[in-house]
């Protein structure tokens, strides 16, 4: 399977990214530290997404980014993406790795711990786990499950968790705390003056909170003199 890490995981949008485009923003978070790009385009058909899906490809190449569609299988593969992200209300499981071979990435979206469990280890390689908040950027999410919400989802689930729903830099060490390997963001990077440095303030963040643990993990202390 392709190695990933959930990090930083950038979602695009459209109408965020207007002022410069997806391809651009893609390009400038991955420079600033996004691990992840997903392209989400509900307005846009097959065609469209594979047009623009092409050009991502090219732009992240070489980065160690991954290339994640949304939803549509079809385009993903036509595109040679990394892998496909699908909701509860899309194929199945079983139906998208079908589609995309063994090796690609599937990742799935849970809203309640029960649908976490559910998720098949065998098929499903992240869960996208939430809402943690209300966001204007899916209209249509489920009521959103703050963190004691998001730590039920991934204590139900042995797939890696990636946390979403109106995620800012503030909430990098309780997101990480419950069990989270990241967090997904769209706004936090999408429409932002400066992408690179919005996607390297959360990025420096993640690395900091993380190499704190180490340290208090680490067994034994050194002892002056």
């Not at 946390?163 to 705390?177: E, F, Q, T």
Request: with cysteine.
């Amino acid at each position: 399977m392709t190695p990933f890490d959930l990090s930083l995981y950038l979602v695009l949008d459209p109408c965020l990214c207007a002022g410069i485009g997806m391809v651009e923003t893609a390009r400038a978070a991955v420079a600033g530290g996004a691990t992840m790009v997903q392209l989400r385009d509900k307005t846009g058909d097959t065609a469209q997404l594979v047009a623009t899906g092409k050009v991502l490809k090219s732009t992240l190449e070489g980065t160690g980014a991954r290339l994640i569609v949304n939803d549509d299988v079809a385009a993903a593969v036509a595109i040679g993406a990394d892998g496909v992200h699908i909701g509860q209300g899309d194929m199945s499981a079983a139906e998208a790795r079908a589609w995309i071979g063994p090796e690609a990435i599937l990742g799935l979206s849970v809203e309640t711990p029960e649908m976490a469990a559910a998720a098949d280890p065998a098929l499903v390689d992240y869960i996208g786990a939430g809402p943690v908040f209300a966001t204007q950027t899916k209209l249509d999410h489920k009521l959103p499950v703050g963190f004691d919400g998001l730590a039920a989802q991934i204590a139900a689930s042995s797939i890696p968790a990636v946390a979403i729903g109106g995620l800012k830099r503030r909430h990098i060490a309780s997101v990480l705390a419950v069990g989270a390997r990241g967090i997904a963001v769209v706004s936090a990077i999408c429409g932002q003056r400066n992408p690179e440095a919005a996607a390297r303030i959360l990025a420096t963040e993640i690395d900091a909170i993380r190499s704190r643990r180490l340290e208090n993990a680490a067994p034994g202390a050194l002892v002056a003199g």
